[in-house]
């Protein structure tokens, strides 16, 4: 199947601990997405990629890092320094019209 | 900064009823504008893309009409059904830096469609 899939879909931390989240497409798009999703706010932009080996902040860079060694691949790293991580974290591929794909999502707990 | 504003509370509508939702944006307006449906503890789904240049885009029962002037988008679901009770987000293109563009999202308007 076509698509983007994020792993693991639950996910749990303690406090001092870093992460990592999984997201992997077959659709072969070029710019990636990782946003996060809290309660009564609207999806926020921490990191974005347009193509291998290159990414940018979003608006909520800090205390995460990402990588992009492959274009199939962009994982993020939820780092100690994120002092409030629980968050449900959704990956996203832009399609070539602009429409965006999304993953399940992954959904951080911090113990 | 470009802000989103979706109407946070509730919509409960009556199935056969056709429900309109509301997305108002503050400052420039985008070349393109985005509808998603979200479902509970699922990533967001893609529904439609209304470029600045179109009054109107329809899908089945959908439709999208975007007002740079009054710099709104409204969204239709015609004869709604109870599978469409969801969260929508709204979502427009900001900036584009690096070759790529940079998406802000409204925090979505929660439909339910009552049997």
């Known amino acids: 199947d076509g698509g983007i899939t994020q792993s693991p879909k639950y996910l749990f931390r303690k406090e001092g601990q870093n992460v990592t989240l999984s997201c992997e497409q077959n659709l072969n798009h070029d710019a990636m997405y990782w946003y996060r999703q809290d309660p009564g706010q609207g999806l926020r932009l921490i990191y974005y990629s347009q193509i291998v080996n290159d990414f940018q902040k979003g608006d909520i860079a800090e205390g995460y890092s990402v990588s992009r060694e492959k274009k199939e691949s962009f994982p993020l790293t939820v780092t100690s320094a994120q002092k409030n991580p629980t968050a449900f974290y959704l990956c996203?591929?832009?399609?070539?019209?602009?429409?965006?794909?999304f993953g399940e999502g992954s959904r951080l707990t911090v113990l | 900064s470009q802000k989103i504003e979706q109407n946070s509370e509730a919509l409960n509508i009556q199935e056969g009823k056709t429900a309109t939702l509301t997305c108002n944006y503050t400052n420039y307006s985008p070349a393109y504008l985005q509808w998603y449906r979200q479902d509970p503890g699922r990533g967001p789904v893609f529904l439609l893309l209304?470029?600045?240049?179109?009054k109107e885009k329809r899908k089945e029962r959908l439709k999208v009409t975007f007002d740079t002037t009054l710099k709104q988008s409204l969204f239709h679901i015609t004869a709604s059904q109870p599978a469409d009770s969801a969260t929508y987000l709204c979502a427009l293109e900001w900036g584009f830096t690096s070759g790529t563009y940079k998406y802000i999202f409204g925090t979505g308007t929660r439909l339910k469609v009552l049997a």
């Open positions: 996203a591929t832009e399609g070539y019209t602009g429409e965006l794909f």
């Open positions: 209304i470029r600045e240049n179109e």
